[in-house]
């Protein structure tokens, strides 16, 4: 039988999304801005290193990563944060989905405090934190991440009995969908926090290196800087979109050597480690920065136009970073079925990526807008979304 703990997750947003829309025809040629899926070309060397290793296809790959990857994994992080791992401190995932799941599973003990644990989470959040949660039994606790609070969430406004029970806590920076970025300020409260109440912080910085000026700071690189305890932090990137290699499947999770002996003895049992071919094309592409920097200015074009469509739009805020436009609407779910009858263009309402709380819930009043597509077809969607939806 499936476990009763699972009857109460919600369907998953694109089914929902199908569900509400695919009834309608579309009122326009159907441009799809619903899904994150990086558009812009990947490098055109990633092929030829894929056929030059695709013999080894022949082979299991090590569970841990080959030693070149993980050590191209840690000279990444030393240029980007400033940060010294032992490569036995870093191990691929095949997709990051998958250490963002099975960090419950290595890193969530049964009780808390003689409770049930905790597992924190923003809201809107990304469905696998939620799913993880409940795969151990811990109680997911939805904190909002409102426009009043920086679209980040406010884990310090929590009771002292939630966090003395929480043992892990998730936080995506920069945000999926709203594109806010955790500052350096917000760090050093978040690791003080779990320091205090003995913690851990999963923190998922894949869209880390898609920005409109400045780089975020990540959240090892402060508690590096802070002198916190090594475990206390645990880090997820993907190369889907700093690299536009979604179907790679490529990412890694990284963090203090007690933790990645567990997530490393998880993976000996249940894992699925990258094939060899795929970690040495993921290799050479984390020693690369050269077609990041170019993805990046493709993005911060769009930023720019979404600026220029959208800036007389009351309650518009422009992303800080990543590759989405969380736009204020009044009820996302009719604003996404009118916007696809009218127009065409296909969106998220944002109620599908957050969970109802005695607070409300935050993404009701919003449409997730992905900015993936060539540029032509997104200025063409923004367009159109902003004529139907706010009549300008």
């Known amino acids: 039988?499936?476990?009763?703990?699972?009857?109460?997750?919600?369907?998953?947003?694109?089914?929902?999304?199908?569900?509400?829309?695919?009834?309608?025809?579309?009122?326009?040629?159907?441009?799809?801005?619903?899904?994150?899926?990086?558009?812009?070309?990947?490098?055109?060397?990633?092929?030829?290193?894929?056929?030059?290793?695709?013999?080894?296809?022949?082979?299991?790959?090590?569970n841990d990563g080959t030693p070149e990857l993980r050590a191209a994994i840690a000279g990444?992080?030393?240029?980007?944060?400033?940060?010294?791992?032992?490569?036995?401190?870093?191990?691929?995932?095949?997709?990051?989905?998958?250490?963002?799941?099975?960090?419950?599973?290595?890193?969530?003990?049964?009780?808390?405090?003689?409770?049930?644990?905790?597992?924190?989470?923003?809201?809107?959040?990304?469905?696998?934190?939620?799913?993880?949660?409940?795969?151990?039994?811990?109680?997911?606790?939805?904190?909002?991440?409102?426009?009043?609070?920086?679209?980040l969430p406010d884990y310090q406004s929590l009771p002292a009995e939630i966090l003395d029970r929480t043992a892990l806590c998730y936080i995506c920076s920069p945000a999926n969908p709203q594109g806010a970025v955790a500052d350096e300020s917000y760090w050093r409260r978040l690791i003080a926090l779990a320091e205090k109440h003995d913690f851990q912080i999963l923190a998922d910085e894949c869209y880390s290196d898609l920005y409109r000026d400045t780089a975020p700071p990540g959240a090892l690189q402060v508690a590096t800087a802070m002198g916190a305890n090594p475990e206390r932090v645990v880090i997820f990137h993907s190369l889907s979109k700093r690299s536009n290699l979604p179907g790679l499947r490529s990412g890694f999770v990284a963090g203090g050597p007690e933790t990645m002996a567990r997530v490393r003895q998880l993976r000996a049992y249940a894992g699925a480690p990258l094939p060899l071919p795929i970690q040495r094309v993921s290799e050479k592409i984390w020693a690369d920065e050269a077609h990041v920097t170019e993805n990046r200015a493709l993005y911060q074009r769009k930023f720019d136009m979404a600026d220029r469509i959208f800036g007389n739009v009351p309650g518009y805020?422009?992303?800080?970073?990543?590759?989405?436009?969380?736009?204020?609407?009044?009820?996302?779910?009719?604003?996404?079925?009118?916007?696809?009858q009218d127009t065409g263009v296909r969106v998220l309402p944002g109620a599908y990526l957050s969970r109802d709380t005695d607070h409300?819930?935050?993404?009701?009043?919003?449409?997730?807008?992905?900015?993936?597509?060539?540029?032509?077809?997104?200025?063409r969607g923004l367009t159109a979304i902003r004529d139907c939806l706010y009549g300008q």
């Open 317 to 340: 805020e422009p992303p800080q970073a990543g590759f989405f436009l969380w736009l204020p609407v009044g009820d996302g779910e009719a604003a996404t079925l009118k916007l696809w």
């Open 360 to 379: 409300g819930n935050p993404g009701e009043g919003y449409i997730r807008v992905a900015l993936v597509a060539p540029e032509l077809e997104t200025e």
């Open 1 to 62: 039988m499936f476990p009763e703990r699972f009857s109460n997750l919600p369907p998953y947003a694109f089914p929902r999304l199908r569900a509400l829309l695919d009834a309608h025809a579309p009122g326009g040629k159907v441009t799809h801005m619903s899904i994150g899926e990086p558009k812009h070309a990947f490098p055109a060397w990633v092929g030829d290193i894929l056929a030059a290793h695709v013999h080894e296809f022949a082979k299991y790959p090590p």
């Open 76 to 151: 990444w992080i030393a240029r980007r944060y400033g940060v010294s791992l032992d490569p036995t401190q870093v191990m691929p995932l095949n997709g990051t989905r998958e250490g963002l799941y099975n960090a419950g599973m290595a890193l969530c003990p049964e009780t808390r405090n003689g409770k049930q644990p905790v597992v924190l989470m923003p809201n809107p959040f990304y469905q696998v934190y939620a799913v993880s949660a409940v795969s151990v039994a811990a109680e997911p606790v939805f904190v909002n991440a409102t426009r009043d609070t920086g679209h």
